[in-house]
């Protein structure tokens, strides 16, 4: 998913067209003299920062875009085109020209999370409105008679390790090994380990200098960014309290991962799963310890939690199942045993690319309300897409930080704390400021605020996940209690898992009254929970491997404008409440809305019906820069049905009844709930790792090859697979039973063909449905060409003209190609005479190749390029350049052009061509 396709450049060369180039498709012609124009393209101008030049679509940004997490990509409506190559200072973003059709180039976007980035208020989502100002905030939780934010007794000690480094597989550079620890120094016997991985930030930077890269090894006169001592103050205060941390570095990943199909997340898991095996061996001998490891208390490896910051935390995720169950071992930096066991996770503002949470180990995602980088808060999908795969009694919390950005949990991404340069991730803007998320929003934290708060929460995970102490779970299942320690700051939960039953899943068959079962991902206004135009987005609708539909992921929602309709859900089977204290919904009403009343009614399947009470729902603040359409859990206890004498065992139905006069509402489960924590025992499910396949294409006829897909373990689960066409960008999605040890049937399909055309890569996704776990998510079949490419000729058809004229080249191929054949045209110095000038030249021609008439200039000077592309299955094209009458101030102009033909990656050397204009008043 990397590059654009080359309908693209369709589309691109159809603008080149339309702007006067080539003849035949000069302005003034119809549109459907563009072979292969996509809709919209003809008469169109690329937008403001863009253009295409050495075979790429290329977007510049005024200012560097922040190094973060989450990917950015290039977009055409709804379709991603693909994930484009930085340049060092971040301003710059190409992708190579490489793939099908696409819808007009005004469809063009650069985005990062859900932040569009090539517009004016880039810091916006499309919408261009901001939501209503902020509601105020609501009473604070009551306080948790428990808070787990404070000091500990325990004397603490720090120091660092540098090891040898490791080489991952598909990494040319070797990684560092290297770690920062701190630990306590009177706590008794073993103590459970904490380990750190930093995010996807810069990796060197220069002292002095307000700029930072991202390359491996750091060039002389370079330092590494120290990202791995950020966490320091999370350190301290864990090894307070009698844990042993260590927080390694991951800048060789960094550096290295933009060309990795999962985006480093493999390699992040091996990363950390060398570190602990180390720790293992040191456990077993301690003299051969580094002094740093042997200044602390010895860990106890039985009870290992891992924290992951954005690319780190789906680093960690696929490390605790990679702990379960073995990676390929072509693909692992890691082969050895596994003298460790994961007990929880950390994701702080993480990445979910992959979308395959390890759903039987328990977890905490932190999703900050102001994330400028992740902005879609996908670390969401660590809590929902744990539904219904594993055993459901690992608990899996969200934690909402309302005014929380991205890169302020790590003092070294925090300006005023960083040793390198370091900025707010989210981008205000100061004529127009966000009213959530600026910094002089209310709700907006200041670094130290968002960092003790962080401290609080990865305290509160290590003591229930690590020490097993129930009395904090109300700090992150939902349950409305605060913590004092964490500081003036708005925290919101909810989870699944622990000691909840399903009830109602609108993933499973339901019928719904006065409302609809509505899908999370989809282009359908119809079909969509959430239309693309309407302002606000959910965490819980990211999207997945680029699909534009995700069938079986589904909510339910409902909108009334009088009090009293009841929203009737009623499952395909009954479902059991007995045994649960109340009944837990996960519901989202819009951003900035206060008091949302539902009475709450279930009946069972003898037709005894009880309303259980009533719950209100207040929504979270927010903007159109923020995910903040986000579920609250509500509760209501079940002593009334109790009592009524309903069969909580056999409920056929739920009912919501709206007590507003108006409102919207979405349901994403619910569920029965009582407190505690159960023990988990995790226990390894049927793995599916989807590889990669290389072929020729062939000269004839049809070849079916399966994609290989490998199933380990023992069992069978359900997976899902979406399969993208590299022509038209497009996904069909589809459920598949996998069994340990079968084969999966992923055929894709190669038409032979004597005509020369690009490679092309059907790319496969897979995520996890039900008894699975799914580890290498994305792979496919890579198609080589194996034609030589059409030899390519430029002929005049009339290099010498009279002013008024049009200098006219025909490019011709020696025969079609089946796919786009791109040539450039670069001006070039006249060796004698006077070289044509900008007022010579057609001015709306000139403004489509981005030049302004005035000054008058040489047309070399600026150094543009006429782009000329031959469509898929045509032979010839003419390229011209359309003069104006009365123009010339002497009595013959010429110019020069370097001809250049695009051939795989390089552009190799043509003809260099020569016209000459003449002043017809002197003839």
């Known amino acids: 998913m990397r590059t654009v396709s080359r309908a693209l450049t369709v589309a691109l060369a159809a603008v080149a067209l339309a702007a006067g180039v080539p003849g035949p498709a ?8 563009i072979p292969g124009g996509p809709p919209g393209a003809f008469g169109e101008r690329l937008p403001e920062g863009w253009r295409v030049e050495g075979g790429e679509l290329i977007w510049s940004s005024p200012k560097p875009v922040g190094m973060g997490g989450a990917l950015v990509k290039f977009r055409s409506g709804e379709r991603t085109l693909g994930v484009p190559t930085p340049s060092l200072d971040q301003r710059t973003f190409r992708l190579p020209l490489d793939g099908a059709r696409v819808g007009p180039v005004s469809e063009l976007q650069v985005v990062a999370g859900s932040r569009r980035l090539d517009v004016a208020g880039a810091d916006r989502a499309p919408g261009h409105r901001l939501l209503s100002a902020a509601a105020a905030p609501p009473d604070p939780f009551p306080a948790n008679p428990v808070d787990p934010g404070v000091a500990g007794e325990y004397h603490t000690v720090s120091g660092e390790y540098t090891l040898e480094s490791v080489r ?75 844990y042993v941390t260590v927080s390694i570095s991951a800048n060789g990943v960094n550096a290295q991962d933009g060309r990795a199909a999962d985006f480093g997340a493999q390699a992040r898991s091996s990363l950390v799963r060398q570190h602990l095996a180390r720790w293992a061996e040191w456990g077993a001998n301690p003299a051969k310890a580094p002094e740093a490891v042997r200044a602390t208390e010895p860990a106890d490896l039985s009870k290992v939690l891992l924290v992951g910051h954005s690319r780190g935390g789906e680093g960690v995720n696929r490390a605790a199942l990679d702990s379960l169950s073995p990676p390929p071992p ?6 050895g045993p596994v003298d460790w066991r994961i007990r929880g996770t950390v994701l702080i503002g993480s990445t979910s690319f992959g979308q395959n949470p390890a759903s039987d180990v328990p977890s905490m995602a932190i999703l900050p309300g102001c994330d400028g980088d992740v902005s879609d808060l996908q670390g969401q999908i660590y809590l929902d897409g744990t539904r219904g795969i594993g055993q459901g009694a690992a608990l899996h919390s969200a934690v909402y930080m309302v005014g929380a950005n991205h890169n302020f949990f790590n003092t070294e991404w925090t300006p005023g704390q960083a040793e390198a340069p370091a900025a707010d991730d989210f981008w205000d803007d100061k004529n127009n400021p966000d009213p959530v998320c600026s910094p002089q929003a209310a709700t907006r934290l200041s670094a130290e605020q968002q960092q003790t708060a962080g401290t609080t929460y990865i305290a509160a995970a290590a003591r229930l996940f690590l020490a097993g102490d129930d009395r904090v779970r109300p700090l992150l299942d939902g349950s409305d209690r605060s913590a004092p320690s964490a500081g003036p700051v708005r925290v919101l939960t909810h989870a699944v898992g622990g000691n909840r039953t399903p009830a109602i899943r609108p993933d499973d068959p339901l019928s719904v009254t006065n409302g609809r079962v509505c899908q999370q991902v989809t282009t359908s206004t119809t079909e969509a929970c959430r239309p693309g135009s309407e302002p606000g987005r959910s965490p819980h609708f990211a999207s997945w491997a680029d699909t534009t539909s995700e069938p079986g992921r589904n909510a339910v929602t409902a909108r009334w404008t009088k ?36 009475d709450v009614a279930v009946t069972d399947t003898s037709g005894k019906r009880v309303k259980l009470g009533q719950v209100t729902v207040d929504g979270l603040p927010g903007s159109d820069s923020t995910a903040a359409l986000w579920a609250r859990e509500v509760r209501v206890p079940l002593k009334a049905a109790v009592s009524a004498g309903v069969d909580l065992k056999q409920t056929q139905s739920l009912e919501l009844i709206p007590r507003n006069s108006s409102g919207e509402l979405w349901l994403m489960d619910a569920w029965g709930w009582r407190p505690g924590t159960p023990a988990v025992s995790p226990v390894a499910l049927p793995r599916v790792d989807v590889g990669n396949l290389t072929v020729k294409k062939g000269d004839s006829g ?28 497009e996904s069909t999605v589809r459920t598949e039973t996998v069994k340990a040890g079968g084969p999966v049937d992923v055929s894709i399909t190669v038409k032979g063909s004597t005509r020369y055309n ?18 290498s998510a994305l792979g496919g079949v890579l198609v080589e060409n194996d034609v030589p490419m059409p030899t390519v000729t430029v002929t005049p058809v009339a290099d010498s003209v009279t002013q008024g004229q049009k200098l006219t080249w025909k490019v011709e191929l020696s025969e079609p190609a089946d796919t786009t054949i791109e040539t450039r045209f670069d001006f070039q110095p006249v060796r004698e005479g006077t070289e044509l000038s900008t007022k010579d030249v057609d001015k709306e021609w000139l403004s489509r190749l981005g030049e302004e008439a005035d000054p008058e200039r040489p047309l070399s000077t600026t150094s543009p390029s006429l782009w000329v592309s031959i469509p898929k299955g045509g032979t010839s094209v003419e390229v011209s350049v359309p003069t104006i009458p009365n ?37």
């Open 563 to 598: 009090p009293g309709t009841p929203v009737r859900l009623t499952p395909e089977h009954a479902f059991s409440l007995a045994g649960s204290d109340a009944l837990a919904l996960r519901v989202m009403v819009p951003p900035n809305t206060r008091g949302t009343r539902l």
């Open 702 to 729: 049809t070849r079916t090859y399966n994609v290989p897909v490998q199933v380990t373990g023992e069992g069978t689960g359900v997976i899902k697979l979406a399969v993208r066409d590299p022509e038209t960008h």
């Open 887 to 923: 123009a010339l101030t002497a009595s013959e102009k010429s110019l020069r052009m370097q001809v250049y033909i695009l051939k795989e990656d390089q552009w190799l050397e043509g003809p260099l061509l020569t016209g000459k204009v003449t002043d017809a008043r002197q003839g």
């Open 758 to 775: 690009r490679d092309l890569h059907h790319e496969v996704a897979a995520k996890a449905v039900r008894g699975a776990a799914v580890g």
């Open 26 to 33: 000069h302005a003034q012609q119809a549109a459907e003299s």
């Open 330 to 335: 072509a693909e692992d930096g890691y082969r």
């Open 168 to 242: 991952l597989p598909g990494y040319a550079e070797p990684v560092e090994m290297r770690a920062t620890v701190v630990g306590p120094t009177d706590a008794p016997g073993k103590r459970p380990l904490a380990l750190f991985l930093h995010g996807r930030g810069a990796t060197c930077y220069e002292p002095g200098k307000n700029s930072a890269g991202m390359e491996w090894p750091c060039k002389p006169g370079k330092k590494e960014v120290p990202s791995y001592r950020g966490f320091l103050h999370d350190q301290e205060r864990l090894a307070s309290q009698g």
